[in-house]
Structure formats: C-alpha cells, structure tokens
C-alpha cells in the first residue's frame, strides 16, 4: 500500500463546447450541462466519485511539522498529511477552494515557511481562521476542522511531573480533576502570555468556545492526528476500536455493534498519574520507519497564577464554555483515545527507503484511502470500519481510532464530510426560530425543547 496521494486533475469540467460539434446553441448547452453533471455527479468511473461543490461547506486544515524546533519536536508527515486532505476535501468532497484555508510551517521542498505568512499555523492564526470558521453559521452549514501535529496535557495545573508521574505539590491534589488536552502550534516554543503558559498551544476548551455558538442542523467533523486530542470535540459517545470483539471480520460490510461504544473522553488526574509512570519505566521503541506524534517533551507550565484576576479577565476567565447545541451533527475522527499513541508512518513496503521525510500520519493514511474505497461515499460508521481495516492491514499495533459523535447525531446514518439537505436545514432554522419565540413569550423551557429532535411536529404540552 503507497501513501495517499489523490489525483489533482480529478474532477476536472470539460470546457464550454469542448468535445462536442453541435449547430445548435440550444444542443450544444444541453450537452454541456449533461457533462457537468457526469463529471460531478457520476459513481463508479475510472475516476471515482466527486461531489458538486457546496457553498455552504468550508474546512479549516493545519499541519505541523516543526522543522524550527527541538530535534525531540519535529514531526515528518503532517504537512503533507494537511495538503492531501485540503485536496481531497476541493477535488472530492465538495469544498470550493475559496472557503478551505490550509495553515502548514514547511513548504513542499521541505524548507520552513516563513513564520510572519498568515498561512504559518501559529497560535494567532490558527484562532483568526477558526473565528472566519465558525462565522455566521447557519443551519445546513458543514465546518471541518482537520489537525495534524502533536498534542499535549496541561500537567502543570494538575501538579504532575510529567517525567515520573509524581506529585510535585504545586497544583490541585484532587485525583478525580480532569486533565486538559491540547494541540500544540507551529510557534509552540514561544510564551503564550495572555493565558499565561509557557507554549502556545490550542486547548480543548479554547476549541469548545468555537462549538458553543453553532445552531442546530449544522454539521461538524473533526480530524485530530494528533495524541491527546480526543477531547477536540466536547462530547460524550466514542466508538474505541480497541474494544472491538477480536473475532469481529472487518473484511465483511459495516456492522453496528455496541461493544465499542465508551462514554466520556477525558481522563482524570489519578488516571494519568498512573499513565505516565507506566511510560517512564517502558522501554523507547527504536524502529525507525515509525515516530510518535505525542508531546516530544513540550508540556506548558503556568506563567502566571489563575487567582490574578486581570490576567484571567484578559483571557476570557475560567468560565467552562457552554455545551454544543443538541441537535448540531458533531462528529470527530480521532488517531487514539484518551492515553493511547498516535503514530506517523513509513508506509513505502518494498520500495527504497526514503528516510523519515516518507513517513505518514495512520490516521490520515487510513481515513483517505478508506474514502477512495468508499468511492468518497459512505457513512461516517461506514468510515471509521473501513479505516480499522485499512490500519490491520498495515501491521501496526498500538493505536486505536476512534470516532466520536454528540447526542443528536447518528454515525450509521449520517454521510461522511456531507452537508445536509436544503428541507432538513430549513426545518432546523424553523425550529430553532420557534424555540426561540416560545422562550421569549415563556411558553416553553429551554430544558423542554432540547428533549425533542427536528421531526418533532408539536411542542410538547408539558413544557
């Protein structure tokens, strides 16, 4: 199996009147808007298939490879990873070049991009498009989110050495507080002073904060290659491929089974306690076709106190932001689960060895060529079966994918990286406008109306 690498002349439209030698005007448009339609629309051409482009999808894809920092924090795979899902999502899945913004700090010939672009995927930039990402959402509306680089946890807050594992007596000593994920950026080095740590980094409340807002009917998909990124997306449903039955035969069609499902993605204090005392006395792997895409040894530490009030109402204080939106389709693909390794890959068996340069992201490598078997269809179930699969195939142990969805959403129905249709997001907007109508004339709780789906036709008497 060689890296993914999709074809940049896919989808491409034949030109106005170009095959055809028709007299009449009327003929030759007919035809013409016929082709568009096969090229756009077609299913099982030599080609493969690809969506229409939507106006109402945009994807925001950030790849690091941190060729600035430490030799321990350089990854290989995850600008290219990045570039090969910013083309799938424009030749494929339907995204229009103009809404997709892609943010990588190395250029193709494996030079550093220059870290004042506003393509750099530093801490300011990547907040910037995550704001133009999540603007004036409407219901309809698909947002992707797509990172590939490292993740870290917010020891320090928690008072854990995060070489030992121990106490070390300047935090909480509270072993059922949650530890904080986060993504470290392409300028992770530098002092993040308005949230008073020292990397920058974007943490999964920061990212919750981007949730919070969206309306119901909207669609989200995550993408996190990453180790300690499976709180990215604040739900509470996850499939853990590590708990499928080992008799399960991935090679037969989709099955909805209940074995994986787990609920919560965040891991309490005792638990990575435990986790990293455990990392501390195993041995480090030596093979040199695979790297780790854990934190590299960047853990931040506190800058500054959470009881100085002016910094905290500079950064937004410590408010928890808001839960998403019950019926907001949220999916998220995650590289492993809370505690498990993400790795990036020489995928090139057989052939000469190109060094680490050839290395791949599992995640990425898997979820794309599971798309081309899909033929770019499928559910997000279907999605997720499909890449397990793929990762059996290639023979490396130890990571686990993961797929997490909200409350309101159905990964065995809904289609992956799609938006929904014009009459459901319609009904969603009516809905939400009288929700909001009976909020306002006190009709109704909040509490009521977020018990029931869209296909409700009435409003619960009770309420």
């Given at each position: ?103 990588v700090d190395e250029a193709d010939d494996g030079k550093p991009a220059n870290a004042g672009s506003r393509t750099f995927p530093s801490q300011r930039n990547i907040h910037d498009h995550l704001l133009w990402l999540t603007n004036d959402v409407q219901p309809g509306d698909l947002l992707v989110f797509v990172f590939c680089g490292r993740g870290t946890l917010l020891l320090d807050d928690v ?305």
């Amino acid at each position: 199996m060689v890296p993914y690498s999709p074809d940049p002349g896919v989808g491409r439209v034949l030109a106005e009147y170009e095959a055809y030698d028709l007299d009449d005007p009327f003929e030759q448009e007919e035809e013409f808007l016929n082709s568009r339609f096969v090229a756009n629309s077609c299913r099982g051409l030599a080609n493969g298939y690809a969506r229409s482009e939507c106006e109402r999808s945009r994807a925001l894809v950030v790849g690091c490879n941190y060729p600035r920092n430490h030799r321990n924090s350089r990854l290989w795979g995850a600008c290219a990873d990045a570039r090969a899902w910013a083309t799938t999502l424009t030749k494929r899945l339907g995204v229009p070049e103009t809404n997709v913004a892609l943010l990588v700090d190395e250029a193709d010939d494996g030079k550093p991009a220059n870290a004042g672009s506003r393509t750099f995927p530093s801490q300011r930039n990547i907040h910037d498009h995550l704001l133009w990402l999540t603007n004036d959402v409407q219901p309809g509306d698909l947002l992707v989110f797509v990172f590939c680089g490292r993740g870290t946890l917010l020891l320090d807050d928690v008072g854990l050495d995060p070489e030992t594992g121990d106490d070390t007596g300047d935090g909480s000593d509270d072993d059922c507080e949650v530890v904080e994920e986060a993504l470290l950026c392409g300028d992770f080095d530098n002092t993040d002073w308005m949230n008073g740590y020292s990397k920058r980094m974007v943490t999964a409340t920061s990212l919750a904060r981007y949730w919070e807002g969206l309306p119901n009917g909207a669609s989200l998909t995550l993408v996190i290659d990453a180790e300690n990124g499976a709180s990215m997306l604040p739900v509470a449903r996850r499939l853990d491929s590590a708990r499928l039955p080992l008799g399960v035969n991935l090679n037969d069609e989709p099955t909805p089974m209940l074995e994986p499902m787990v609920f919560g993605s965040v891991r309490s204090r005792s638990t990575v306690a435990q986790a990293l005392q455990m990392e501390a006395s195993r041995p480090e792997a030596q093979d040199p076709r695979i790297g780790r895409r854990d934190s590299g040894g960047a853990w931040p530490k506190r800058r500054w106190l959470r009881g100085q009030l002016l910094w905290d109402a500079l950064a937004g204080g410590d408010e928890a932001p808001a839960p998403l939106e019950t019926e907001v389709q949220a999916f998220a693909f995650t590289a492993s689960g809370p505690g498990g390794a993400a790795f990036e890959v020489d995928i090139g068996r057989g052939r000469r060895q190109n060094g680490p340069s050839a290395r791949r992201g599992l995640l990425t490598h898997c979820l794309l060529h599971a798309l081309e078997e899909l033929n770019f269809q499928g559910t997000y179930y279907a999605l997720w079966w499909c890449s397990l699969r793929l990762l059996r195939k290639l023979g490396v142990t130890g990571q686990h994918f993961q797929l997490l969805f909200a409350d309101g959403a159905d990964p065995t129905c809904r289609e992956a990286f799609e938006v929904i249709g014009a009459a459901e997001a319609r009904a969603y907007a009516r809905r939400s406008e009288l929700q909001q109508q009976a909020l306002e004339d006190g009709q109704c709780t909040n509490r009521a109306w977020t018990s029931q789906r869209c296909c409700s036709s009435v409003i619960d008497e009770r309420c």
